[in-house]
Nanobody, 122 residues
């Protein structure tokens, strides 16, 4: 059974950093692309970052470019999202998900985790 479990969320001050982790079980990490999404209250789910299965190519939403970094450790079956210079508008529930290819479109993703809350506030 495919399972994704996010962790690492929490409360952080503006300008701070957090690293989210997504532990994957039920299949081998190598063959799939992964994405991080976020959803704030009353807003649609937004693609934040994606990393390919083949060559580690990445794509980011303009709103996080230069501040967030997605990475993967196939040996640990874990995908990460390093978030720096956090802003209040980054506050949301963050989800990881799997796809067959690099994408920021939520409908191209098949399996999702339960999400982890990130709150950026002073």
């Amino acid at each position: 059974q495919v399972q994704l479990a996010e962790s690492g969320g929490g409360l952080v001050q503006p300008g701070g950093s957090l690293r989210l982790s997504c532990a994957v079980s039920g299949f081998t990490l190598d063959y799939y692309a992964y994405g991080w999404f976020r959803q704030a209250p009353g807003m649609e789910r937004e693609g934040v970052a994606s990393i390919s299965s083949s060559d580690g190519s990445t794509v980011y939403a303009d709103s996080v470019k230069g501040r967030f970094t997605i990475s993967r450790d196939n040996a640990k079956n874990t995908v990460y999202l390093q978030m720096n210079s956090l802003k209040p508008e980054d506050t949301a529930v963050y989800y990881c998900a799997t796809s067959v290819g690099l994408s920021l479109l939520s409908w191209e993703y098949d399996f999702w985790g339960q999400g982890t809350q990130v709150t950026v506030s002073s």
